[in-house]
């Protein structure tokens, strides 16, 4: 079946401008990651959503980010004004929750370049 | 909060040796440990997961395991080989329900032909 999609692959921003970034979590998993990735680092925590709601957004680094899951399926990663500082890969991942485990499938991720 | 430390040096070993990488955490105790593959430019790719009750997990050739009183999981790979390069990470989640998964910064394994 069709695993996690992430929309677009790649994108290149101005500094000071909003940028969405979409994922597309696989049918019927009910918990949604995003996640943060630098070159030579792990995934850094940004939100966790359990259907629509956001259990834990303490990740998130300011204001500037926001994230929604509006129908508990598809989710979208806003950023204002975006800073230099923002560019990385922006991964997402969905979970069944079975057995009260995340087990995440990932998606290739967004690589957002900010000029 | 919770720190999951792996080694960040890259792992170089010899096609067939086994590589064990390590994952070690502070503070809180995890519900459950994950091993997860990532090959650059890629998500991550979940490899095993090992509860907080059990010792050993084992899949093909790979072998996890998990030490509460040290705070540690290793990660086996028997028979490396180059098909195995790749960055390995480790996650974990709290105990408690409904609490984010952690990831560690990983490991880069490279095996050698």
């Known amino acids: 079946g069709a695993g996690v999609s992430q929309t677009p692959s790649n994108k290149v921003t101005e500094k000071g401008k909003y940028v969405e970034l979409r994922c597309d979590p696989i049918?019927?998993?009910?918990?949604l990651y995003w996640y943060r990735q630098s070159l030579g680092q792990g995934p850094e925590f940004l939100i966790y959503f359990q259907g629509t709601g956001a259990a834990d957004d303490s990740g998130l680094p300011n204001d500037r980010f926001f994230a929604v899951r509006p129908e508990g399926s598809v989710s979208t990663l806003k950023i204002q004004r975006t800073e230099r500082g923002d560019s990385a890969v922006y991964l997402c991942a969905s979970s069944p929750r079975e057995a009260g485990v995340d087990t995440q499938y990932f998606g290739p991720g967004t690589r957002l370049t900010v000029l | 909060s919770q720190k999951i430390e792996q080694n960040s040096e890259a792992l170089n070993i010899q096609e067939g040796k086994t590589a064990t990488l390590t994952c070690n955490y502070t503070?809180?105790?995890?519900?459950?440990l994950q091993w997860y593959r990532q090959d650059p430019g890629r998500g991550p790719v979940f490899l095993l997961l090992i509860r907080e009750n059990e010792k050993e997990k084992r899949k093909e050739r790979l072998k996890v395991t998990f030490d509460t009183t040290l705070k540690q999981s290793l990660f086996h790979i028997t028979a490396s080989q180059p098909a195995d390069s790749a960055t390995y990470l480790c996650?974990?989640?709290?105990?408690?329900?409904?609490?984010?998964?952690?990831f560690g910064t990983g490991t880069k394994l490279q095996v050698i032909p």
């Open positions: 049918s019927g998993h009910t918990a």
């Open positions: 996650a974990l989640e709290r105990s408690g329900g409904y609490q984010k998964v952690t």
């Open positions: 503070n809180y105790s995890p519900a459950y």
